[in-house]
């Protein structure tokens, strides 16, 4: 497709409006960015930006984050591989829905209202996104997918409910997955969260603990490095013990006032300290303190569970925190001393960690320590460090030393004690080697409407009946709005009686479809698969071409999603390569974060006034410049603070880039036989960017196009317009500037005589002769000042250079007959004269 120049305007004037109106309807036509299934010869290379939540337009964060991962995508267009970059959005969640309350309407009117207005804005950005398999999860026809992936999960023994105290939002009338909970407070809306029992919908994630960890051996030097080590430490895998502790029975089983024998186990890294616990704790909100407490104790450990119920996991942990607690009129047996040790309720143990109890070892633990001062537990120090007891000094010590009070481990040190204690309890029958998890199993069900709504039928006879496949998707019903959707406690969806209320698969009888929908993570954990085929009403994507097209080859997107969507991700991917649906273990093989865009040092905000808006500068000063001045901010995982950006300076270089191929004259001669120097700097450039984009140096390849065009520029001056180098440096220009500025790069590549699109041109060629330097500059200084420049071989010795130095005739002026006293050489670059 050819089109005409405007000679009155476009070879007059660097018009970015001219450009924005011309350019997309060029691309459209031409389907530049669509993805070619059939093409079998160019290797595929997929690029996926985390996808957006449709809260309203575009915001500065997003110009950043979707800038990065389109020089990604153009640079592997150029250089010849068969890329797709999809788009997408993660349309269900809480924001549409609280809308919709607001505004009495449905929540797919606010989301797909603002999915529109989005899109529109990502065109403008001149994004090189496939829009061909463009999806949003609230479509039925994707959540439909999600339903059937629930399903197979839940065949698997993946999928389970269970009673449990959850993480409640009282704003938000929804449970939260630990994950969701930041400082205490829920992540969508601030609100401190209380706990609550209910009985809620898990993935087992545990079960794919080890993998997890395992499988970030593929990741190393792909991932950020603070990425692979957040998600470790979430996953938390500690190698201990299980130590079984048995109850005693208490009182007379007749009189009412009895509990029967018990047992707990615990799990503890440290099982050589089994001789220093002096008493056991307890999680208090857990069903085994319910289940231990003597009834004499009941009132006053009910009492302590409401008195704990808005406090957080991170408060209840705190090692700043005064402890509290109740006893609950029982003593457990321990199982290497045989001595009676009291057990306790408490809030720093959690119901959800291990097995919700622990031995407590006061000599060795400061917050076990806290808590016997607080209550005047025995305190026995059992691994002598060479430090005062922790009795008298109130600090409990922690290293590595010989055990005492220790029966047989005297005299041990860690290491071997360890090993002892645990053949200890196996020999006793009274535990076993075990590896431990920080990992909880993932809470995926919430009591909001919109959502993903689990495919499960409750039958009094039959029980969890799974919808038949042939019955998905569960669509989400239509005429509730406004609210009627608001929180109540229990899914709003449980209203909607012609709903709910449905036959039963197997029996046929009365049932009731789950009220619950999906947290929103489930949507996101596969939707980059769905990419390869998305129109597909077979299955969720066929095997085929997800395994031509993935894994990602580079996934872009924020750090705040380093331990929630990803771990998921990762989760999803190694279910589905089980089920033999991918033959790939990990979803994304290079992981890219953009840091935030700030404004005076603060994250933007409209409480703090602070706020910028993107559509705003994008009319003052045009798509390129907003983008290039935002890739050249700072490197890609750097924060980008707005008020030290300059969009204007960079319209300004930008507008000189398109001068210069506007500027050189069209010739037929061969590049080869142009100006040496001219050809050896458009050469530098070119291959410099290619690394520097490969390391995710955005920022500086920037940088060396600046420098080429100052190079050209001074080149065309000086009267070398008509030089085959001349255009050969402003077509090298045009390409890199394509990474950033597509519309003044295609105006560029037509202005050289080019046909659109310039994201279809190759990356040039690089003659490798031309990077080997004839002459470099080797700067002479005296006394910290430059007094000489020197023209040298890039080969020149040290002795060589100096003998140069010496006898220019900068120097000889400059020491005028005084001695010498030191010379420092760098070859070939610096020689430094300290004179006497």
């Not at 996934?555 to 331990?563: D, P």
């Not at 250079?801 to 005028?816: H, P, Q």
Request: proline share 6%; hydrophobic share 40%.
């Amino acid at each position: 497709m050819s089109t005409e120049l405007n000679t009155e305007t476009d070879v007059r004037e660097y018009d970015t409006a001219r450009m924005e109106a011309k350019w997309p309807a060029v691309w459209d036509a031409l389907n530049v960015y669509v993805a070619d299934n059939e093409d079998t010869e160019r290797e595929r290379f997929t690029v996926v930006d985390m996808f957006p939540y449709p809260s309203g337009d575009l915001h500065m964060g997003h110009a950043e984050a979707y800038a990065m991962g389109d020089v990604v995508a153009r640079y592997w267009m150029h250089r010849g591989k068969n890329v797709l970059h999809p788009v997408g959005w993660d349309s269900f969640g809480l924001p549409a829905e609280n809308a919709a309350i607001k505004r009495n309407a449905h929540p797919s009117e606010w989301t797909y209202a603002n999915i529109e207005t989005q899109a529109k804005s990502f065109r403008r950005y001149a994004l090189s996104l496939d829009w061909s398999r463009r999806l949003q999860t609230s479509d039925p026809e994707y959540y439909r997918w999600t339903q059937w992936l629930f399903k197979r999960f839940y065949e698997r023994g993946l999928a389970y409910r269970k009673n449990s105290p959850v993480n409640w939002c009282p704003k938000d009338q929804t449970v939260l997955a630990n994950e969701q909970v930041v400082n205490g407070a829920c992540e969508r809306c601030g609100t401190m969260v209380t706990k609550k029992n209910l009985n809620q919908w898990y993935f087992k994630i545990t079960d794919y603990a080890d993998r997890l960890l395992d499988d970030m051996d593929q990741l190393e030097g792909q991932w950020p490095e603070r990425v692979l080590l957040m998600q470790r430490n979430w996953i938390g895998r500690s190698v201990g013990a299980h130590v079984t502790f048995q109850i005693p029975a208490v009182g007379e089983m007749n009189d009412g006032d009895a509990r029967p024998e018990a047992s707990v186990t615990v799990f503890t890294t440290r099982p050589d300290t089994l001789f220093g616990a002096t008493f056991m704790v307890v999680a208090a909100d857990s069903e085994v303190a319910m289940d231990l407490v003597a009834p004499s104790q009941r009132a006053a450990l009910e009492e302590y569970r409401e008195s704990i119920k808005t406090l957080s996991d991170i408060d209840r942990q705190s090692s700043d925190r005064e402890k509290t607690g109740v006893p609950l009129g029982r003593v457990a047996i321990n199982p290497v001393s045989g001595e009676e040790i009291p057990v306790w309720a408490s809030d720093y143990v959690l119901a959800d960690y291990g097995t919700g109890a622990i031995m407590s070892v006061p000599a060795h633990d400061q917050r076990d320590l806290d808590f016997a001062r607080a209550f005047d537990l025995p305190i026995r120090m059992v691994v002598d460090t060479g430090e005062e007891d922790p009795a008298v000094s109130g600090v409990a010590t922690t290293g590595d030393g010989v055990m005492v009070n220790s029966g047989p481990l005297d005299g041990l040190n860690k290491q071997d004690a360890i090993a002892a204690a645990t053949e200890l309890v196996e020999s006793r029958g009274t535990g076993e080697a075990t590896v431990n998890y920080r990992l909880r199993d993932w809470l995926l069900s919430r009591q909001r409407f919109w959502g993903a709504p689990i495919p499960i039928i409750h039958c009094e006879i039959d029980g969890e009946v799974p919808v038949p496949d042939n019955q998905l998707p569960v669509e989400l019903p239509t005429n509730l709005r406004g609210e009627q959707l608001a929180p109540k406690g229990e899914s709003p969806l449980a209203s909607a009686t012609d709903w709910v209320n449905v036959t039963c698969p197997i029996c046929g009888g009365p049932a009731r479809r789950d009220t619950d929908t999906m947290d929103t993570f489930v949507d996101s954990s596969w939707y980059f698969l769905r990419y390869a085929s998305p129109r597909d009403d077979k299955e969720p994507f066929a095997e085929d071409q997800v395994n031509k097209w993935l894994p990602v080859d580079q996934y872009v997107g924020g750090v705040e999603h380093a331990i929630l969507h990803l771990l998921y991700a990762r989760f999803f991917t190694k279910v589905l390569f089980d089920m033999g649906m991918v033959n790939f273990t990990e979803p994304f093989k290079a992981l890219l974060n953009q840091g935030q865009v700030l404004n005076q040092g603060k994250a933007m905000s409209k409480s703090l006034g602070n706020g910028v808006d993107l559509s705003e500068e994008l009319d003052r000063f045009g798509v390129d410049s907003v983008r290039m001045a935002m890739v050249f901010a700072s490197p890609p995982a750097d924060d980008v603070d707005w008020a030290d950006v300059s969009p204007a300076a960079m319209g300004k270089f930008l507008a000189r880039a398109w001068r210069v191929a506007r500027d050189v004259e069209a010739t037929e001669a061969d590049a080869g036989e142009g100006n040496r120097a001219m050809r050896s700097a458009t050469h530098k450039a070119v291959h410099d960017a290619a690394q520097l984009v490969e390391s995710g140096k955005f920022n500086v390849v920037i940088a060396r196009a600046m420098e080429l065009v100052n190079v050209a520029r001074k080149f065309i001056d000086d009267g070398n317009a008509s030089d085959p180098a001349a255009q050969e440096a402003a077509e090298a220009i045009a390409i890199l500037l394509s990474l950033f500025a597509p519309y003044t790069a295609e105006d560029m590549w037509e202005l050289l005589g080019h046909e659109p699109s310039i994201a279809r041109a190759p990356w040039p060629e690089v003659d490798e002769s031309l990077l080997v330097e004839d002459t470099i500059t080797a700067v002479v200084q005296i006394q910290g000042k430059v007094r000489e420049r020197l023209e040298v071989s890039p080969e020149i010795s040290a002795s060589e250079l100096e003998a140069l130095a010496l006898a220019s005739d900068g120097v000889k002026r400059f020491l005028d007959g005084r001695g010498i006293r030191k010379v420092i050489v760098r070859e070939p670059k610096l020689v430094n004269i300290v004179p006497e």
